[in-house]
């Protein structure tokens, strides 16, 4: 039997001929075949070309003739009989994050068994495991124990100036050996035989993992001393699960608040530095937001608060079972899903997003954010209080007028930018209409719209899996140039009148 080269997400594999594509996929991480692969769901659709088997009758009953004529296939009644092409892009949701547009790269690994990748963030702290054909093995997630020191990064470094630095490196250390014990125990490995990490992470992040000294970064003006773009050893990070020796990489960051986590985000989106003119905003507890224009990069940084995340909300949550991650309005009355078809128990961003713009069409909220009773009841238990709307209202405006501003400071407006990219772990799941009936970004934007979910993750992965590219995105973070918003006039404006559903 032949080995056929496969083209899948612009990853390069082998696999036998005649080997079923779902089969193959799913050893990828590809979580689309909902029903098992017995090809009675049709959710596992994927774009081809190549040599592949014909269409079943099964695919002609699921699939239109249009959508069959530009390749859309079932990936469990597929079968590869040659060199191919696959891209699961198609399939939306349906993906496990395994790189998605990350993996457009040629696979050149930085290690030689296993590697980790790791996101950083302030809120949520996640974890992939890869094998070293590109394979995902375990993805782990949860909350970033260093919030008892605070949800956001400035009572962080207060607390590291009172004298907790070490503490707070020791937190997210031990965290991190948690989840990568959690991610080889998942894959039936031994830890200390993942050889290769990449952590990415916003500024501050890096810093305390590394245990830097963050009293630069409390005022003005924000003279970053260390920006990493740094190979260290999982012994000097304190990374016991490793081999002390095993290299970790932490990518370069722009500045004191555009960190590794926005660069990674851009390398996650292969070719975006040759667009015309495009923009990705990154929403986490600080809203990061790139454009790209002829060649240049520019960037800047609002404070969003971690609404979005799930956090600072009364009954938010991150995004796992008993979350309400979609609000819909039916006939007047909002229904709501829940995640894991379990009772619920709270709200994760997406959810919110959601909620508010079903508040706002039901008229339970005005324009101003003001809530008749103080609160309203999204589906029991689950409510929303004013004081939540207060928080989105400053999170979407700051995400908002961060967009409006990068774009008025290069002579643009938002019928320049031909896509708005929006990363974030909350991201995915996202519904853009709710988010531009908000105001968390532009109306004008809504049809251009492409979510890309944890992007900064995708793009540390992409850094672990192909390695060149750490150099290139090196050299990316030095070429962005730094917009400041708060003596900006457009900004001020933008963000006061974005208040206001
Ligand atoms: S997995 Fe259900 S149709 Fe393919």
Known sequence: MKNCKIYCNG????????????????????????????G?????????????????????????GKDLKAGVRLACQTYVKGDCTVNTKENGSAVVQTGGAALDYPLMPSFEKYGAAIDIGTTTVALRLYDAHGSLLSVQSGINPQRRYGADVV???????????????????????????????????????????????????????????????????????????????????????????????????????????????????????????????????????????DGALYACSTAAGPAFEGAGITMGMGGSDGAIDKVTVNDGRISAHVIGEVPPVGICGSGIVDAVASFAELQIIDETGYM???????????????????????????????????????????????????????????DVKNAARIGLIPKELQERVTVLGNAALSGAAALLLSSPLKESSYELANNVKLVNLASNPVFVREYTDGMYF
């Not at 004298?163 to 991610?183: E, P």
């Open 11 to 38: 990853l390069l594999y082998e696999a036998p001929e005649g080997v079923c594509l779902g089969d193959f996929l799913r050893e990828r991480g590809f979580d689309g075949l909902v029903c098992g692969g017995h």
């Open 40 to 64: 009675k769901c049709g959710k596992c659709r994927v774009t081809v070309s190549g040599a592949l088997s014909e269409p079943t009758e099964t695919e002609k009953k699921a699939l239109s």
């Open 155 to 293: 009572s962080r470094m207060e607390a590291a100036l009172s004298g907790s630095a070490a503490d707070l490196a020791s937190l997210i250390r031990k965290y991190l050996c948690s989840l990568l014990r959690a991610a080889a125990d998942d894959a039936g490995i031994k830890a200390a035989d993942i050889d290769g990490a990449v952590i990415t992470g916003n500024t501050v992040m890096l810093h305390f993992l590394t245990q830097s000294d963050t009293e630069p970064l409390t005022h003005a003006p924000f003279a970053v001393k260390r920006l990493f773009g740094e190979t260290l050893s999982a012994g000097s990070l304190g990374l016991d699960v490793l081999c002390k020796e095993t290299p970790v990489y932490l990518p370069r960051c722009v500045s004191a608040f555009v960190g590794a986590d926005t660069v990674t985000a851009l390398v996650s989106v292969p070719g975006i530095t040759k667009r015309k003119t495009c923009v990705l905003t990154d929403i986490g507890t600080n809203g990061e937001t790139v454009l790209i224009h």
């Open 372 to 430: 008749e009773d103080g609160e309203a009841v999204v589906i029991p238990p689950v409510v929303i209080t004013e004081k939540d709307i207060r928080a989105v209202q400053l999170a979407k405006s700051a995400i908002h007028a961060g967009i409006k501003t990068l774009l008025d400071s290069a002579g643009l407006t938002c019928s320049d930018a031909e896509t708005l990219y929006i990363a974030g772990g909350f991201g995915s799941y996202l």
